[in-house]
């Protein structure tokens, strides 16, 4: 994890009442250094979230509004028969709930993305990257940190959405949290590869028709994906290898206590895939950095 | 490796696809110097202070920092090395306290020995009682204050600051340079200082020119240039002739 490591020492001389510099360094390099970095990544990531309630509140209207409007609307219509994980005939409320925690997680990969842009764009991005840890930790560090977010967004829906007609068993709720992680990594990891790709904050808007709507849509979040084949086989394939599906199933049947190995290989595939590219993208002497000049795109 | 200098770049060159952006720097800073870096706009200092930074990799060349080579040991280096950019890059919507606890994580420190540090480094730039304030709060000399603070909570030996006195007014860009001049003369402090005003030098500093790429002139602030030639005469005339190096 690290490629070095110091003792802690404290740098401070109080009896001279000066920062002393006769130590090394004042941190620790090694990976319990780390896990303080990481810690402290999360932590700013949390801090921000909290301190921006219009964020929050509009992360969890989201899917509320579908919840409560569309799916009400749509219950009469489209009825959804007996598929696993479901062990008897659920309403549409019911068989939406999954899709839309996340599209929360969807939705906060993306902001995440976004915030790694800002933080290009102010240059707090040149801050982070200056810490002595390998790069790719610190990358990892902010996809984690990212991830940290989207589920408290998405337990957030959860608990309102216990008050409509959820039906998910009490286990559920812990269960599904090994997959929020690997779901959330898996969204994150593909924002943190678009923010590579994304010079300016103007150009996220692209990001938003081009990526996100095409996901959500094409996927078995709304819809099961046995309805989709019957009206296109081939949009049903479409929705097959859109890995949005794949982590709406995992988490679908993680809440009703159940694994879907395919749905996990792809999932934790896909995030390994996007992760690595952005570790390329965001390497010094390859990637973006090498090509545009930077974290901050700047030429000189 | 304890006599080694503080910053050793030698040979490095830059490119932007076919724009040669730095091209053959050499310089060195030793322990406890303050060296200016004096070149107008686009002379390539934010490049040199980004391939310091290791925000980008050198294509040709060598940095070292206090004897640890950049390319072989970034983490020993990087950990060594204190950065003030020229961009402001404190997070305006947290608290003074939020940022640099941040900072101090980023670079493995825990928050107890952070909680410290962070009071007596506020003490030291003056600005201990906005320790709770959000920093949108703060007017730029105080951010940059805060900035220095930050810079300097993992005990770096080498400090970079970017232009950090661009857009101040006097008072505060006053408060800065005593800052960073104290820290060189009663901690021993290197420093190397990336500027375009002049009256932030001192005659015995060491300088070094860049004009598009290339380092023109070197020296003690005070003897660059012709015989009675005052330093900005001479870098107006240096940085307004052809290329060559120095």
């Known amino acids: 994890m690290s490629r070095s490591s110091n003792p802690v020492a404290t740098a401070t001389d109080p009896a001279a009442g000066a920062v002393s510099h006769a130590v090394p360094h004042a941190g620790r390099l090694d990976a319990v250094g780390y896990l303080i970095a990481l810690g402290g990544i999360v932590r700013r990531e949390l801090l921000r979230f909290f301190n921006q309630k219009e964020r929050f509140f509009s992360a969890l209207v989201r899917p509320l509004v579908w919840l409560f409007i569309f799916a009400a609307g749509f219950r009469n219509t ?58 790719w930790t610190l990358l990892f560090a902010k996809l984690i940190a990212g991830v940290s977010v989207s589920i408290v967004q998405a337990y957030a829906f959860l608990a309102v959405a216990y008050f409509w007609e959820t039906d998910i068993p009490p286990v559920g709720y812990l269960a599904a949290l090994p997959a929020f992680l690997l779901a959330g990594m898996m969204l994150g990891a593909i924002g943190l590869f678009l923010s590579s790709l994304v010079r300016q904050l103007e150009n996220f808007a692209s990001v938003m028709n081009f990526v996100i709507f095409p996901m959500f849509f ?39 206590g159940k694994f879907e190995p395919l749905a996990c290989a792809v999932v934790i595939g896909t995030t390994l895939a996007f992760f690595t590219l952005a570790v390329i993208a965001y390497d010094p002497g390859r990637g973006i950095m090498a090509r545009r000049g930077g974290p901050a795109g700047e030429p000189t | 490796m304890s006599d080694s200098p503080a910053l050793d770049i ?40 980004s391939v310091i930074t290791r925000l980008y990799n050198n294509q040709d060349g060598r940095v070292s920092i206090l004897g640890h080579p ?34 101090a994580s980023l670079h493995g420190i825990t928050r107890r020995a952070a909680r410290e540090r962070i009071a007596h480094l506020l003490d030291r730039v003056g600005l201990a009682e906005r320790r709770d304030d959000k920093i949108r709060t703060l007017s730029g000399g105080q951010s940059r204050r805060i900035e220095i603070a930050r810079s300097l909570i993992h005990a770096p030996r080498l400090l970079l600051l970017d232009e950090p006195t661009v857009g101040l007014d006097l008072e505060s860009r006053a408060d800065i340079v005593g800052i960073v001049r104290a820290l060189v003369r009663e901690e021993g402090l290197s420093v190397l200082w990336a500027t375009h005003i002049f009256e932030e030098l001192s005659p015995d500093d060491d300088a070094v020119v860049l004009h598009r790429g290339r380092i023109v002139a070197r020296g003690r602030a005070g003897e660059i ?11 107006r005339r240096l940085v307004s002739e052809p290329r060559q190096a120095a």
Not at chain 1, 100 to 108: H, K, T
Not at chain 1, 237 to 242: A, D, G, P, S
Not at chain 2, 225 to 235: D, I, K, N, Q, Y
């Open chain 1, 78 to 135: 489209l009825g959804v028969s007996i598929v696993p994980p479901y062990e008897t005939y659920v309403l549409y409320e019911v068989y939406v709930i999954p899709g839309l925690a996340v599209m929360i997680q969807l939705f906060n990969g993306m902001q995440s993305s976004l915030s790694m842009v800002y933080d290009r764009e102010v240059g707090s991005m040149k801050v982070l990257l200056t810490s002595p840890y390998p790069r």
């Open chain 1, 218 to 256: 094409a996927s078995s979040a709304l819809y099961p994906l046995w309805r989709i084949r019957e009206s296109s086989d081939t949009l049903y394939w479409i929705c097959m290898i859109n890995p949005f599906t794949h982590a709406v199933e995992l988490v679908r049947f993680a809440l009703y």
């Open chain 2, 10 to 49: 030698a040979h490095v060159s830059h490119r932007f696809g076919q724009r040669s952006a730095l091209s053959d720097v050499s310089l060195t800073v030793g322990r406890g110097r303050f060296m200016a870096l004096l070149g107008p706009n686009g002379a390539g200092k934010t490049t040199l202070f």
């Open chain 2, 70 to 103: 950049l390319d072989r040991e970034p983490s020993r280096a990087l950990a060594r090395l204190g950065v003030v950019f020229q961009a402001r890059t404190l997070d305006t919507d947290l608290t003074v306290a939020q940022n640099l606890h941040y900072h």
């Open chain 2, 225 to 235: 240039g012709e015989p009675g030639e005052t330093l900005e005469a001479a870098f």
